[in-house]
């Protein structure tokens, strides 16, 4: 979901499952990251 309201712009308005969603997608693409930098950091120091 991108919050597009046809005119080329982002709603004012969001409905309380709409928020949630953005927000649990957001939570799980912070997860994913946060997963990926421990894994650099194992990496690097592996390689040390």
Same mark, same amino acid.
């Given at each position: 979901m991108d919050? !597009?309201?046809g005119y080329g712009g *982002? @709603?004012?308005f969001l409905t309380k #499952? #709409?928020?949630l969603e *953005?927000? !649990?997608e957001y939570?799980?693409?912070l997860? @994913?990251?946060a997963q990926g930098v421990k894994e /650099? *950091? /194992?990496e690097l120091e592996?390689? !040390?």
């Amino acid at each position: 979901m991108d919050g !597009n309201c046809g005119y080329g712009g *982002i @709603r004012n308005f969001l409905t309380k #499952e #709409e928020k949630l969603e *953005i927000l !649990n997608e957001y939570k799980d693409n912070l997860e @994913r990251e946060a997963q990926g930098v421990k894994e /650099k *950091i /194992k990496e690097l120091e592996k390689n !040390n």
